[in-house]
């Protein structure tokens, strides 16, 4: 089983930027697709980024497309996501995924704890 831990979350004003990172132990990644999904209180959870497990193809929301960047570095074990020009609705909880599948992120079978991201206007 894979233990998936998020970090790089935090408290930055509208337009600002953040990087979250997640770490992975207890298996190797590089043969599933990881992602991102968020929640915000009182919301379901939803998908934000998605990469296949090579990083050749990459998906994101459309509320995130242009800000956004997934990548992965699968020598280290580690998923990235960047985030700029972020806004007051960015805030949420933010998830590490990991898939069984190889290319898309469905269906995901580990999820990390979340990091909290807090944009404020």
């Known amino acids: 089983q894979v233990q998936l831990v998020e970090s790089g979350g935090g408290l930055v004003q509208a337009g600002g930027s953040l990087r979250l990172s997640c770490a992975a132990s207890?298996?190797?990644?590089?043969?599933?697709?990881m992602g991102w999904f968020r929640q915000a209180p009182g919301k379901e959870r939803e998908f934000v980024t998605g990469i296949n497990w090579n990083g050749r193809s990459t998906y994101y929301a459309d509320s995130v497309k242009g800000r956004f960047t997934i990548s992965r570095d699968n020598a280290k074990n580690m998923l990235f996501q960047e985030m700029k020009s972020l806004k007051p609705e960015d805030t949420a909880v933010y998830y590490c995924a990991k898939a069984l599948e190889t290319n898309y992120l469905t269906p995901v079978d580990s999820w990390g704890q979340g990091t909290q991201v807090t944009v404020s206007s």
């Open positions: 207890g298996r190797t990644l590089s043969g599933s697709a």
